[in-house]
């Protein structure tokens, strides 16, 4: 994580119409999906990453900077966009935005987070418990317990396996191999439920999982550094999937919603 050395471093591192049949929980929104991507206090390779984004057909997006764009996020926003993809590692917002996010998450909209943005938001407790994991950029202590500093590696090839066939973001995926960034030592709440994992030494286990906020479905994805990342076919389709399930309305249901299956 060049970028982070220097960033995080730096930081110190619908309502249905009545007559219309309601959709199944899980059923994938219809259409294309209307997606806002967050970036912002963590460099990228632009040009591959919009291409990515462009080359999927079910999606229009649009690109927002944080913190500076950070008062888009609120109320409302769910009548322009499905989903919220969080590529951001923002330092902090302000509380009233703060408060103004999470009153969004309870009228409803989708969420995925990806990557760095696990290390977002270091000062704000409740932005971990929505996303469901903290990378912690120096050591901290969440719900009473210490965590050391999170860690990082560079160019690692790591082999995924699929913990949860039976979610709809998993569903027939084979375990894979992907060349990314390893991550390590971050927190995971008890309450998510852990859809990939890797046995990779220097990573934590749990690399991708699900979890619900307010009325908003939450998928979170630990791979995605870079293009070499975005290229491999595994990782556009678990995150073309996860927008796909995260932009039904409500928060997840069904089996295994809120079992424990990481630390
Ligand atoms: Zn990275």
Known sequence: MKRLICCAMSLALVAAAAARPSRAADAPAPGKIRVLVTVGGHGYEEQPFDAMFKAMPNITFTKVEL?????????????????????????????????????????????????????????????????????????????????????????????????????????????????????????????????????????????????????????YLMLGHDSQAWKNPNFTELLSRGMRWAATKGPAKGPGRGKAKGK
């Open 67 to 219: 913190p500076k764009q950070a008062g888009l996020l609120k109320p409302g926003l769910e009548k322009d966009y499905d989903v919220i993809v969080m590529y951001d590692m923002v330092g902090a917002i302000s509380p009233q935005q703060q408060e103004a996010f999470v009153d969004l998450l309870k009228k409803g909209i989708g969420v995925v987070s990806l990557h760095h943005n696990m290390g977002a938001h270091q000062g704000w407790d409740e932005f971990h418990r929505i996303i469901g994991g903290k990378f912690c950029t120096k050591d901290c202590t969440i719900d009473g317990k210490p965590y050391k500093t999170s860690t990082w590696d560079h160019d690692q090839d790591l082999n995924v396996t699929v913990a949860d066939p039976k979610h709809p973001i998993t569903r027939d995926l084979k375990d894979f191999a992907i060349h990314d960034e390893t991550y390590k030592g971050y927190w995971v709440s008890p309450k998510v439920r852990v859809l990939l994992k890797t046995d990779h030494p220097k990573n934590s286990p749990e690399i991708a999982w699900v979890t619900s906020f307010g009325n908003s479905k939450v998928f």
